[in-house]
C-alpha cells in the first residue's frame, strides 16, 4: 500500500518547520523567528513504529489575509489538507487561542479527516499547563501539549498520528486486481491511453501540460484479467514547477508508484527519452516495481528499415539500468498495439512476484562462480557460501560471503545477470542483491 501522507498546518510562526524536522530527523525545512518564512510546501519521509510516512510542512494560514504572498500559501496548504490522510494541526499555546485559530479549525473540520491538535511551545516539564484547556473550545478533541524545539511530548502525538493512519492491509476484492500506475512526465498521453483502454473518455484528455492534477484509479476488466489504472498528474523538474498546485500532483504520483503492482512509463516518442523520463523511471526502479516502457504517438514517428530496432537501442542507452523493462509501441490515438499491454502487464506482474527455490538458486550461484571466479584483495578471495530469496516485489536475494567489501558490486552484476539468464530473465522486474556478511564455523 502506498504511504499515508500527513500535513502540518497552522498559523504562520507556530513553529510547524521546527516539528517537521524533528519528525524526519534533519534540518530540511528553513527554521526562522519570522511569519511566514516558509513559503512552499516541502515534503519527506518519516517512520513510526514500522510505519513509513510522509510529512507535508506548510505555509502559515492566515485566512483573512489578502496579501498575493499569503493568499499563495494559504493555496498550499489548501491542496496539502486536500492530499493528507492525517492533519496535524500546530497551534501556539503561549498565544493561546486566536480568531484565526478558530477558522483554521472550522476549515479542519470540513475535511472530516483524522485532525491531531498539538499545541506547541509547552516548553516546561511536568504537570500541562493551565493554558492548554483553552484549546478545547476549538472542537477538535484532546489538544496533545509538545515542545518541537525541546523534543517534549512528541512520541504522544506521534501514536495519535499512527492511530488515524488507513488501514494497511489491501481489502480481498483489492488483491484481485492488477494495480497499474500510469506514470510519465507531463504531456506523454497517459490520460489518453487510459482513454483508449477503457474504451471511454472517463478521464479528462487535453494538450495543456499537467491537466491530471490528481491520481484517478479506474477499475477495468476484460479477458485478459482484472486491473485498476492510475492515472498520475505528469512529474516535472522541480525548476519548472511554476504552479504550486503541481508540486502536490509530484507527491501524489510517488504515492500512486508505491501503490502499483506495475508501473507503465509512458514515453513521447517524437521527443525520446528525456533526463526527466530518467528521473520518473528511477522512480519506480528504486520503488521495486515492476515496469513496462510504453513509447507513445509511435504513429507520428516517421519510420524506414531498422527503426523500431534502432529506437529500442537508444531507449536502452538512456535508461541503462533498467535493461530489464519490456519496451512496447503503441499509439494511444489510434489504438495500435494497445491490445498487447494487458499480458505485458501479466507477465511483468509475474516476474515482479517470483520466488524461487533456495535450492535451484544455489545450483547457479555455484555454477556462475566455477564461470568466474570471485574477486580478492591482497590475496584474500570472495567466498559465496549460500544465497536464498528473502522476500518479493522485487524479487530480493541475500547472498551470504565471508566479506561484504570483497563483494564489489561488478560482481554482483554480475551474479544478477546470471540469475537473470537462468531464470527466465525475469523480464521487467529490479532484482536487488543484499550482501550478508557471515563467518563460517572452523569444523
Known sequence: MSKPIVA??????????????????????????????????????????????TVIDTGGIEPKSNSEILVQMRRQAQIAIETADVIIFLTDIKQGVTADDYEVATMLRKTQKPIVLVCNKADSIGEPPPE?????????????????????????????????????????????????????????????????????????VSNIAGTTRDSIDTKFENECGRYIFIDTAGIRRHSKIEEEIEKYSIIRAKSAIEHSDVCILTIDATEGVTDQDTKIAGEAHEAGKGVIILVNKWDLVEKENGTLEAYTQKVYQELAYMTYAPIIFVSALTGQRIDKIFPLINSVNEENNRRIT???????????????????????????????????????????????????????????????KNFGGLKGTPVRILVREKKREES
Open 132 to 204: 492548554l484547556y483553552e484549546f478545547y473550545n476549538l472542537g477538535l478533541g484532546d489538544p496533545y501539549p509538545v515542545s518541537s524545539i525541546n523534543q517534549l511530548g512528541m512520541g504522544e502525538v506521534l501514536d495519535a498520528v499512527y492511530e488515524s493512519f488507513p488501514n494497511q492491509e489491501e481489502t480481498e476484492e483489492e488483491s484481485e486486481y492488477i494495480k497499474v500506475a500510469v506514470i510519465g512526465k507531463p504531456n506523454a498521453g497517459k490520460s489518453s491511453l487510459i482513454n483508449k483502454i477503457l474504451g471511454e473518455d472517463r478521464l479528462i
Open 358 to 420: 533456495t535450492s535451484q538458486l544455489n545450483d547457479v550461484i555455484a555454477e556462475s562462480i566455477t564461470m568466474v571466479q570471485p574477486p580478492s584483495d591482497k590475496g584474500r578471495r570472495l567466498k559465496i557460501y549460500y544465497a536464498t530469496q528473502v522476500s518479493t516485489r522485487p524479487p530480493t536475494f541475500a547472498v551470504f560471503c565471508n566479506s561484504a567489501k570483497l563483494f564489489h558490486f561488478s560482481y554482483q552484476r554480475y551474479i544478477e545477470n546470471q540469475i537473470r
Open 8 to 53: 502540518l498546518i497552522g498559523r504562520p510562526n507556530v513553529g510547524k518547520s521546527t516539528f517537521f524536522n524533528y519528525l524526519i530527523g534533519e534540518r530540511k525545512s528553513i527554521v526562522q523567528d519570522t511569519p511566514g518564512v516558509t513559503r512552499d510546501r516541502i515534503y519527506a519521509d518519516s517512520e513510526w513504529r514500522g510505519r513509513v510516512f
